[in-house]
């Protein structure tokens, strides 16, 4: 239904029927205004309603320029961030839709702004208004565009190194002595083709900074530096050299674990950055400039400061044997959990049978699994280091202890790997976690085994009498002209496993799982009637036949 403007100003009199032409096709009616209490005013209101409306997208209201960064809920170009319009799919008239906006406009924002009643709302989302401070600065011409932190919020102020690199622009606020920082640097490959260390004043701060209250001049700034260093720190911040006589870059970095702003301050070198075969030379900073702040910490990366146990996890190391299906995406998930060592141990090399289930793609055909896999992790997460050997499981197994290891994943799938294991183990107890699949993962599962508890019992290996289906020999595939077999199955369904092993790690890591278990992952009698005829389920795992998938947990043996 189209938009009726009398029948709306009848319902809402203080909307003004005299159409304003915007950008990309929109109209806009301005809004009237009230006799404003002092310090209160703003220069208009208007209802902004795009192109295609009612079908497509939502009316908004934007205030004047002068509210943005001055009134609290006011967005970049004025836009008023209320809950109003309540869109298309609502099934309500453009009236209505317009109507519901204007009185949310009203109650939300007009009625408790004029009372003082969001005085305090800078507070709730500080970030966003620093966002938009930081935005109208921004230009290709900045030495720096913003930071990335990599530890925890400091204590007490201090003065440290930091690396500003180019093209990215970004500093990162830890000197090349900080383990992370380092492989931060790396990862970001040739965005990161020219560093120069930079010098960072950080202080500590207690509550978040608003648009009242962040310094706003260069002498705010001064005065906010020199009442938390002393002297003889606020000397060295200001006349430290760098390598060729020249002042570096400055950084006042404010923070706490929640919140955080920068500022780059004025001076520092001509900035320089190379561009493909041209090279472009920016003057000095005589000015200020806000800049955004990111944490790229574990605790932040992996969990977003909800999950304690990252912090112990960077200090654990992983033993991984075998980089096939289930140990690349392993490797994947652990270091995105937070561990922060793991040994990944395979001989082989990657083939274009392996594609439709590892983590690997295309580009790294006949490269060697563990080497790639590697690559590619720790590029993608600094927070972990990833080191590949390029063997079998069973020499590592040989030349190495565990004395080091907090957990080993056994993926071989191979008995006597199982077997080297056990024996490592006498040595150097340790949790094990051996994991395997099922064709087709009409079952997958994941035995956890304390560190007195191993692998081989009395009755030697148990990993066929463990699983939930007799498999005829025929599902097991030779591939021709080789001697290798294989099972079929998707990464869809492995994905169950490649989760389960993951998580079942970080169980052990956290908690210590003091039982030996196994957990098993079973498919019901439909899908192993989908996949291959006459299969049945074993006892122990027939509760799964009525269902999609189930999972069971046994204890071992």
Not at 223 to 250: A, C, N, V, W
Request: proline share 8%; hydrophobic share 40%.
């Amino acid at each position: 239904m189209p938009l009726e403007l009398a029948c709306l100003q009848k319902d809402f009199p203080d909307l003004i029927p005299e159409t304003i032409l915007g950008r990309h096709g929109e109209t806009a009616y301005r809004l009237r205004l009230p006799r404003f209490n002092l310090g209160r005013e703003f220069g208009w209101a208007e209802v902004r309603i795009p192109r295609g409306f009612p079908e497509d997208g939502v009316a908004r209201i934007a205030l004047s320029p002068d509210a943005i960064l001055r009134i609290p809920h006011v967005e970049e170009g004025g836009y008023l961030c209320i809950s109003g319009d309540p869109g298309p799919a609502s099934g309500l008239s453009a009236n209505d839709r317009l109507l519901t906006l204007l009185i949310a406009y009203q109650e939300q924002f007009l009625e408790p702004w004029q009372q003082g009643e969001l005085d305090d709302d800078f507070r709730k989302e500080p970030l966003n208004y620093w966002a938009i401070f930081c935005e109208r600065a921004k230009s290709s011409n900045n030495p720096a565009a913003g930071v990335w932190t990599v530890d925890s919020s400091p204590d007490h102020p201090r003065i440290h190194n930091g690396i500003l690199v180019f093209p990215k622009r970004i500093v990162i606020a830890g000197d090349s002595s900080v383990p992370l920082v380092d492989r931060m640097i790396r990862s970001l490959g040739n965005q990161a083709k020219q560093q120069c260390y930079v010098l960072i004043a950080e202080i500590p701060i207690n509550d978040p900074l608003t648009p009242r209250t962040w310094p706003s001049t260069y002498d705010d700034l001064m005065r906010l530096l020199q009442s938390y260093f002393t002297p003889l720190e606020h000397d060295r911040f200001y006349t430290t050299q760098g390598r060729r006589g020249r002042s570096p870059h400055r950084i006042a970095l404010l923070r706490n674990q929640s919140y955080a702003i920068a500022y780059l301050l004025p001076g520092g070198p001509p900035t320089r950055i190379d561009d493909g075969d041209r090279a472009k030379t920016y003057p000095s900073r005589t000015t200020l400039l806000p800049l955004p702040v990111f944490r790229i910490d574990p605790a932040w990366m992996v969990g977003r400061d909800q999950h304690r146990e990252v912090e112990s996890r960077q200090g654990r190391h992983v033993l991984i044997l075998g980089a096939g299906a289930l140990g690349s995406q392993g490797v994947e998930h652990l270091a995105k959990a937070g561990v922060g060592k793991i040994t990944l141990v395979d001989d082989d090399t990657l083939v274009p049978a392996n594609l439709g289930r590892h983590l690997l793609g295309a580009e790294s055909i006949g490269m060697k699994k563990a080497e790639s896999v590697a690559k590619r992790v720790n590029l993608a997460h600094p927070s972990a280091v990833v080191t590949p050997f390029v063997m079998k499981a069973e020499k590592w197994l040989k030349g190495n202890s565990l004395a080091s290891v907090d957990l080993v994943l056994d993926l071989t799938g191979e008995p006597d790997v199982r077997w080297l294991v056990d024996q490592a183990r006498r040595l150097h107890p340790c949790p094990c976690l051996i994991g395997w699949m099922e064709p087709f993962v009409a079952a997958a599962h994941v035995c956890r085994l304390p560190p007195g508890t191993l692998w081989l019992q009395d009755d030697g290996d148990a990993m066929t009498e463990l699983e939930a289906v007799d498999w005829p020999d025929e599902v097991i595939r030779q591939e021709p002209g080789c001697s290798s077999r294989f099972q079929s199955y998707t990464a869809v369904a492995a994905a169950y496993t490649v989760a389960m092993v993951a998580e079942s790690a970080l169980l052990m890591l956290d908690t210590g799982s003091a039982n030996a278990q196994v957990a098993s992952w079973v498919r019901g009698q439909q899908y192993l009637d989908a996949h291959w005829p006459g299969l049945s389920l074993r006892d122990w795992a027939r509760p799964a036949a009525p269902h999609n998938g189930i999972l069971i947990e046994r204890p071992f043996p």
